[in-house]
Each structure stands twice: as structure tokens, then as C-alpha cells.
């Protein structure tokens, strides 16, 4: 039998768990000081350290002071989590390796870890939270460098930064605050979803270039249109045929079998086996019905009317002349590569979060590159229509302003650059010129000058001291309507005497301002409150006499520059880059952010 332990035993005992236990905190809480020292002395050190870079070195030091130089990853659920939001980036087009992942993943396989090489893992996953939460609020890319005319809205915090970042980490919602930073809006979905796809097709192997087929007509056999069908079958725009019609018997082979799998001669070979789905019965039976089935043929050698349609159902995906030929424009198209493609969906979703937090109804949307006007009303794409947009060397910026009325029966003050540069020449020819296009000048004084007075020849384009107005009327080059929203760079939208411009597929025609071509019906929508039917609006026209008309419910107009976005039937619709703007914003977005 064992003795039982004598007090100064058990008391001895007791003493050396407790000194145990005690060395073991001691310990633990001198790593801790330890890891909060480093902590304090790299982010002390941020800018001297060439080798350690972090994106929000102003941000860093106010946050970790705040918590007295703790480490806030402590938990492995929440370092999961962000390393899972960083991952997922991709999806939105952004490139994981942005955010430290490679350094961060390096020192979490070290095991153990220093205590400097714990203070460098615990800052780098705060500076890659911030990074990817800053990334997703308002881009990567900074839109004023890529346009300088750029005035858009940037969402600003209520509250403390710092207390908003911790707060999700401290709740363990990290997943959930981070994808409450992505934009919501059809676009943004619309691209990342295409982004998905085209990556998918790019697994698959993608597309290849095609060789030239133009002038194809309706009945042309040759060996090149398969190639065709295969590339328009890729991206899902070769329309599928569908009059095909089978007579299915179908015999039930044993009494528990439910599925019944009947070879059917088929006129095309990727139908060969049909199953149709029938009841249990415990008797053998036939059955016979007509079926109609639909499949996509990428064998036949014929361009037929199905073939047309598909490449005309490509050309308006893709902003070409909807003709259904395969000219060089449109087989430029077939053949820009699908990582081309694929950077082209990064670079809009990236534009898109620059507009994540501008108005969700009432604004009129002019997208440049496509020559579209689209106005979003009662939640919904209310109108689109046509428009014409400047020449390559005289842009329409990019900027949004407040509708603030309509002009009919507008006159022209001609912008000094045309009136020094285009029309000084005409002038030095035609003193009559002005008086032919409905036009006065006015001297520094505001007085009316007779143009044939005037020494024309000593004039120089620098030194123009004259005002040219044009009078209201047909010729007028705003047309009959003009909608002013005041800005610093005379830019408009308007009417134009040249209509034939519109039936063009590329329309940068202007000096910058954009020509609009139903302004009648546009402004009988605006004017909607304000009773102005078209009837009404073409009344006045008539007239001929100014007439302004102040917009109740002023609707903000934002120019912008997409050359990818989502079409009416929901699928994505590609632009030519008419101002060369996507390289610039790609460089950007794959350029390292420190």
C-alpha cells in the first residue's frame, strides 16, 4: 500500500507546477514583447528598409500604435480567410502576387518563425488587407492619370479608418467585408462573369487565327469555313440549327429499367444516340414520337444564311458594320487573341470600380468608344441611341457634370480654336463666308463688325480678336436642340446638320462635343415633367426663335470610356479603342503597387 504524500510533499509538488506554468507565461508573454518590439522597430524603419516595402506606410504605424504594436493576425481562421479573399482578386481581374502572397506564404511554411519574421508576416498581411480593400473600393489605377479631366466621385469612410479595418477581423468576417467592397452593379457582374468564360475558353485551348475569306456569298463551299464555324462556336455566337426532326421508337428492354438508350440514324454525326426518359411498367411497350433537336455544325463547308446571321450576330458583339462578311475588319476581330481579350475585360472592370459609388438612376451615360448614348430612368435602361464623338486629336474628355436645360433653336458661338484655326483661312479667301452661314461677328466690345470691313489677311491665328456667332435655323451646326450641362470645356450634346454621319459604324467626327441622333426624342424624355412632347418640341423648331428650358430634375451626364460592357440582351459587347487609352490602364494594373 502507498503512503500518502506528507504535506512539505504535496506542497513541494504544488510549487514546482506552479514555477513550471509560471516560466512557460513568462515565456510566452517575452515572445509576445519580443514579436511587438520588432513590430514597433520595422515600422519605424519603414522608409530606410529598401528590402521591406509596404503600400500603407501612413496607415501602418497609426493602426499598430493603436493596438499598442500587437499582432492583429493571432488567429489562423483569419489568415485563411484573407489569403482565400486575396486568391479570389483574380476573379475581379487583379493579380494575387500584388498582394505579398509569395513573401507571405515563404513565412508561413517556416516553422518556427523568428520573432522578426512573425512581426514581418503580421505587417504584411495588414498592408495586404488594406491593399486589396483599397484596390476593390476605388481601382488600382489612379483615373486621373490616364484623364486629367476626370472628376469623378471617391467614396469616403465615415469614421475610423483604423476601427474599420479591425472590426471585421476582430468579428472574424473578413470574407464577408471584403466582398461588400466589390461593385453590385449588372456591368461589373456582367464583365467578371465574361472574364470567367474567356479564361475558360483559354483552358481549352482558345482560337486560332483564321485565314482570309472575304466576299463570301450565300451557297460558297470551300475548305476555310469550317475554321469559321469553329471560332464563332467558341464564343458562343454560331447559332445553332434547329429544324432537324427525328422519329424516336423507343423499346422498354427490362421492367425496372427507366432510361432507354436507342440508336437513331442521325443526318448529323454529333447526334447519335437519343434518351428519353419513360415511366416503370412491368409490360415491354413501343413507343413513337417526333422530335425536334438543335446542334451546332462546325464540319459543313457551306456559308449559309445560319453562318450570315452568325457572324453578323458577332459583329454586333464586337462594334463592326453588321453585314455578315468576313472583311478585315471584322476577321481582325476573329483573330485578336483571347489573352487580349481577356486583359481587355480586366481593364473595364477596373474602370468599373472607378464609378462604384456615382448615382444608381437618373443620368445619362455617353459610352465614347462605342458611340452609344444610354439614359437609365425608373431603374431601368430607359433609351439608347447613336452618337457622334471627337476625332482622335480633338477627344471628348472624360468628366460628368448636372444637366441643367435645353436649348431649341440654339445659336453657335464658334470655340475660338475653330474660329482661328478653320475659319480664319475661308475668311482670307470669302469675306462673304460668315453671311452665306447665317453668321455675325463681334469685336472685344460685343459690337456687330461687317466681316468684308475687316483686313482679313492681317490677322493671325494667334492673335484672333474676334467673336463668330451663328444664328438659329437649319444650318445652324448645333441643329435644333442643344443640352447644356456647364463645364470648364465647352462640351455638349447636341444636334447636327450632318445626319448622313450617322449611318457610319465609327462616328469620331467632332471637335469633342457629342452629336446626338434623335435630339428631339432625347429631350422629349428629359422634358417629360415639363410637358415638351415631341410635338410640342417640333412646334417651336418651327417657330425658329431661341427657346430655353430648364431641366426640373437635373440628371447627371457622365462621359466615360468603356470598350467593354454589357449589351441590352446581357451578354458583352467589344469597342475599338478609338483613343488608344487600354494599354495605359493595363500597364498600370499589372504593375507591382509597391
Not at 459604324?505 to 415638351?532: M, W
Request: proline fraction near 5%; aromatic fraction near 12%; hydrophobic fraction near 35%.
Amino acid at each position: 500500500m502507498n503512503k500518502p504524500l506528507s504535506t512539505y510533499s504535496r506542497l513541494y509538488s504544488l510549487s514546482i507546477l506552479f514555477l513550471l506554468a509560471l516560466s512557460l507565461t513568462s515565456n510566452k508573454l517575452n515572445a509576445q514583447n519580443t514579436v511587438q518590439n520588432e513590430i514597433k522597430n520595422i515600422l519605424t524603419t519603414l522608409k530606410e528598409d529598401p528590402q521591406f516595402t509596404v503600400f500603407s506606410d501612413s496607415l501602418m504605424p497609426l493602426m499598430y500604435n493603436r493596438l499598442d504594436y500587437q499582432e492583429i493576425w493571432s488567429d489562423t481562421s483569419n489568415i485563411n480567410d484573407l489569403l482565400y479573399c486575396i486568391q479570389e482578386a483574380y476573379h475581379d481581374g487583379l493579380n494575387p502576387e500584388h498582394y505579398h502572397l509569395k513573401i507571405i506564404n515563404e513565412l508561413l511554411d517556416k516553422n518556427p518563425r523568428s520573432p522578426r519574421e512573425q512581426a514581418q508576416l503580421d505587417i504584411l498581411l495588414t498592408d495586404a488587407g488594406v491593399l486589396l480593400s483599397s484596390h476593390l473600393i476605388w481601382g488600382k489605377v489612379q483615373p486621373e492619370s490616364i484623364s486629367t479631366t476626370w472628376n469623378y466621385d471617391s467614396k469616403e469612410f465615415d469614421g475610423d479608418r483604423v476601427e474599420l479595418f479591425l472590426e471585421p477581423i476582430q468579428g472574424h468576417l473578413i470574407k464577408e467585408a471584403i466582398e461588400q467592397l466589390k461593385p453590385k452593379n449588372e456591368l461589373y457582374l456582367g464583365l467578371k462573369k465574361s472574364l470567367f468564360e474567356f479564361r475558360k475558353i483559354k483552358e481549352n485551348g482558345g482560337w486560332h487565327k483564321l485565314p482570309k475569306m472575304e466576299n463570301l456569298e450565300i451557297g460558297d463551299e470551300n475548305d476555310e469555313i469550317p475554321f469559321l464555324r469553329k471560332r464563332l462556336a467558341t464564343t458562343n455566337t454560331l447559332f445553332r440549327y434547329d429544324t432537324t426532326v427525328l422519329k424516336i421508337d423507343t423499346l422498354l428492354r427490362t421492367q425496372t429499367e427507366g432510361v432507354t438508350v436507342v440508336n437513331s440514324p442521325s443526318i448529323n454525326p454529333e447526334i447519335d444516340t437519343i434518351r428519353s426518359v419513360i415511366p416503370y411498367s412491368p409490360i415491354p411497350y413501343y413507343d413513337s414520337s417526333w422530335v425536334k433537336v438543335s446542334y451546332l455544325d462546325t464540319l459543313s463547308r457551306v456559308f449559309d444564311e445560319n453562318l450570315k446571321n452568325s457572324v453578323i450576330k458577332f459583329q454586333k458583339m464586337y462594334g463592326l458594320v453588321q453585314d455578315g462578311q468576313v472583311g478585315k475588319a471584322t476577321q481582325k476581330a476573329l483573330n485578336i487573341s483571347i489573352d487580349d481579350r481577356i486583359n481587355t475585360l480586366r481593364i473595364n472592370l477596373e474602370r468599373t470600380r472607378w464609378i462604384n459609388h456615382e448615382e444608381k438612376d437618373n443620368f445619362i451615360f455617353v459610352n465614347i468608344p462605342s458611340f452609344e448614348l444610354y439614359l437609365h430612368k425608373n431603374n431601368s435602361w430607359y433609351y439608347q441611341t447613336k452618337v457622334i464623338i471627337g476625332k482622335p486629336y480633338h477627344q471628348t474628355p472624360v468628366f460628368k457634370a448636372k444637366l441643367s436645360y435645353i436649348d431649341i433653336n440654339p445659336t453657335w458661338t464658334v470655340p475660338y480654336s475653330i474660329a482661328s484655326k478653320e475659319m480664319l483661312p475661308k475668311l482670307k479667301k470669302d469675306a462673304n463666308y460668315l453671311s452665306r452661314n447665317n453668321m455675325k461677328l463681334y469685336d472685344r466690345y460685343n459690337k456687330i463688325v461687317d466681316a468684308t470691313t475687316v483686313d482679313w489677311k492681317s490677322i493671325k491665328t494667334n492673335n484672333f480678336p474676334y467673336t463668330i456667332v451663328q444664328g438659329s435655323g437649319p444650318g445652324n451646326a448645333l441643329g435644333h436642340v442643344k443640352f447644356i450641362f456647364p463645364n470648364k470645356y465647352s462640351i455638349y450634346l447636341h444636334d447636327t446638320p450632318s445626319r448622313y454621319l450617322f449611318s457610319r459604324n465609327t462616328r469620331a467626327f467632332s471637335h469633342g462635343c457629342i452629336r446626338v441622333y434623335q435630339p428631339v426624342k432625347l429631350a422629349s424624355i428629359l422634358l417629360e415633367d415639363e410637358k415638351y412632347t415631341e410635338k410640342k418640341i417640333n412646334e417651336i423648331i418651327k417657330e425658329g426663335e431661341l427657346k430655353r428650358v430648364i431641366i426640373m430634375h437635373r440628371p447627371t451626364v457622365y462621359l466615360m470610356y468603356f470598350t467593354a460592357i454589357l449589351g441590352p440582351e446581357e451578354s458583352i459587347h467589344f469597342y475599338e479603342d478609338v483613343y488608344s487609352r487600354d494599354k495605359r490602364v493595363l500597364k498600370q494594373l499589372d504593375k507591382k503597387p509597391y
